[in-house]
């Protein structure tokens, strides 16, 4: 019962806030966020996971997991939680494993995560709410769907210029046409 209250709670919540798909029906965006929400439902769900640090995007059932995990385990947890979804074709699990870091860090890190939304809204051919933005002791990651290799070249660029990245992890997958 849990679950289903989980899940139900998690698609009412990640429906409308899923990241825009263009070139996408509105019937394959509702199966992608519905997949997306089951997916974070059951990282939430998993006591061996965190759903709060790892991201979860879906486009036409490839799914994409990003963000930071203490361990490996929790990694391919995070994997075989998402695999185990009704509607998942593929699992890409860019992931990375990093220990915890101090509340001195993560305020940094929070400050970096936000100058690098704020110069990503500000480019031109940037779909910056098609891109996940994390830091995790200065490394920041790029992560999510987005429409071009240029795209992803770019969203990479304006990151590795903002004062405070260390080093840019750009996992951004170029939708298939």
Known sequence: MKNHFLVTLAALVFLPAGPAHAQQSSTD????SVI???IKAGLLDNRNTSGTRINVDSYQGVVQLSGFARSEGEK???TKVAESVTGVKQVVNSVVVA???SM?????????????K?????????????INVETHDGVTQ???????????????RITAGIDGVKRVDNVL???PR
């Open 173 to 175: 997958v170029v939708r």
């Open 29 to 32: 965006r509702a199966d992608d």
């Open 142 to 156: 790029l992560a999510g769907f987005v429409a071009s290799a240029a795209m992803k070249d770019k969203a990479g």
């Open 99 to 101: 220990p915890a870091t």
């Open 36 to 38: 997306a929400a089951t």
């Open 104 to 116: 001195g860090t993560r305020l940094d890190d929070s400050l970096v995560t936000g100058k690098v």
């Open 118 to 130: 704020a110069a990503l809204m500000d480019a031109a051919d940037v779909k910056s709410l098609q």
């Open 76 to 78: 391919t947890t995070a």
